[in-house]
Every structure is written in C-alpha cells, then in structure tokens.
C-alpha cells in the first residue's frame, strides 16, 4: 500500500517567494496533519484537518501560511511570502481517525535563502 | 508546564543495557498514547501502541499509569540500531473516536554503543 505522499522531496527558494507543499494522505484515511520540525522547536503540528475540513489551526505561525484540503485525496500547505526563518522540514501525516496512530510522509525538507 | 514532557537525554548506554524512558502528561482526559521513533533526518514512525493494560513486542515494553499520568518505553538487551528519538505522543480523544487533538513529546535521544 503508498504511504503518505509528499512533494517535493526538497525546495530551495528566495525569500519573498511563494512555497507549496503538497501531501496525499493514505486512501481511506479520514484525517489530516501539518507539522514543522526544527531542531530549535522539534516537532508543532500546524493544522489537522478531519474529513477535509480544517478543525484546528492554531499552530499556524502567521498569515503568511495557508493549508487547504479540497479533497479527501490531497492538501497543501502553501507560505507567502518566505522567510528564511520558515527553513525546516515539513511533515505531512494522517490517520483513519484523530486518535489512532498518525503515519507521515518523508518530509519536505525547506530551505529558504 | 508542556502538555507532554519527555527527559531529552541523550541517554548513551551500551548494547545489552536495559533502558527506560519516561513521559508525563498534564490532560487527565487523554485516552490513547503511542511511541514513536525517528531516525536522523527521517520521519517519525510509529513504534507501538500503549494499552491500559501495559504490552510487550519483543524487546519493547509500554506501560500507561493513568494515576501518576505518565507512559514508559523499556528497552531490554539495547542494539545498535535502536539507536533514534523516541517520541511520545498522548491524545485527547479515544481510539475509536474522531475527535482530540495529538500532542508530541519533544523526544529522547537514545545513542547505544558497541
């Protein structure tokens, strides 16, 4: 079976550019995780969405970023514009249900200039 | 107070050891618990579940203490390759529910050497 999908594998870009990342979750699962990893602030969920609907996304750091799902199949996390404080990896994970165990996808590993 | 603490480390012990961590929990209302494990510049990936009742795989052991709100992971006869983060992980919500919110311990460092 795939595991949860992500791309790109790596983005390196200016800052002031417009970032998205894209996951596909899991067929069948029904909810869906944003988390940034740094080694200053380890692992912070960004949002979670369940059943394509956004439930909590107070760990968006600022406007600047946007996350959607409009689908059950696919979700970005889009930054605009980029610092380069935004520089980690982003994970993106999900579940069949929020209390069962998250599976993530390999990263994207952000760097911006 | 964190919402889930975890002892950092690193722990270094050597193979064979027998090593345990800890992760306390301030949400009396958390209803399911897992361990993680991620590797240098790699994803977390689920380690095991942690039942009420405590269970084994292998070499790994959880335990849950509701009372003293805490889990722990034992490692018995340590190998090179457990060497990783640790992840805690406690949810709000149950199992078979759709609802709470998952929050990760900021991980223990595990360096086994020969």
């Known amino acids: 079976d795939a595991g949860v999908i992500q791309s790109p594998r790596h983005e390196v870009t200016e800052m002031g550019q417009e970032v998205t990342l894209r996951c596909k979750p899991i067929?069948?699962?029904?909810?869906l995780f944003w988390y940034r990893q740094t080694m200053m602030r380890g692992l912070e969920l960004l949002i979670y969405?369940?059943?394509?609907?956004?439930?909590?996304d107070s760990g968006m750091p600022e406007d600047r970023f946007s996350a959607k799902m409009p689908n059950a199949s696919f979700s970005t996390l889009k930054i605009q514009p980029s610092e380069p404080r935004d520089s980690a990896v982003y994970f993106c994970?999900?579940?069949?249900?929020?209390?069962?165990?998250?599976?993530f996808g390999d990263g994207t590993r952000l760097s911006i200039l | 107070r964190k919402e889930v603490e975890q002892d950092p480390g690193p722990f270094n012990v050597p193979e064979g050891a027998t090593v345990a961590f800890n992760c306390t929990y301030s949400?009396?209302?958390?209803?399911?618990f897992f361990w993680y494990r991620q590797d240098c510049r790699k994803e977390p990936k689920l380690l095991m579940s942690?039942?009420?009742s405590g269970n084994e795989d292998g070499r790994f052991t959880a335990q849950l203490n509701r009372a003293s709100q805490y889990i722990s992971l034992l490692i018995r006869d340590s190998k090179l390759s457990d060497s990783a983060t640790y992840l805690c992980?406690?949810?709000?919500?149950?199992?078979?529910?759709?609802?709470?919110?998952?929050?990760f311990g900021d991980g223990t460092t595990l360096t086994v050497k020969p």
């Open positions: 992980v406690v949810n709000v919500g149950g199992w078979d529910t759709n609802a709470g919110k998952s929050t």
């Open positions: 067929s069948g699962h029904n909810s």
């Open positions: 949400n009396s209302a958390s209803q399911s």
């Open positions: 969405f369940n059943n394509n609907v956004p439930i909590d």
């Open positions: 942690v039942y009420s």
């Open positions: 994970a999900s579940s069949f249900l929020i209390g069962q165990p998250q599976h």
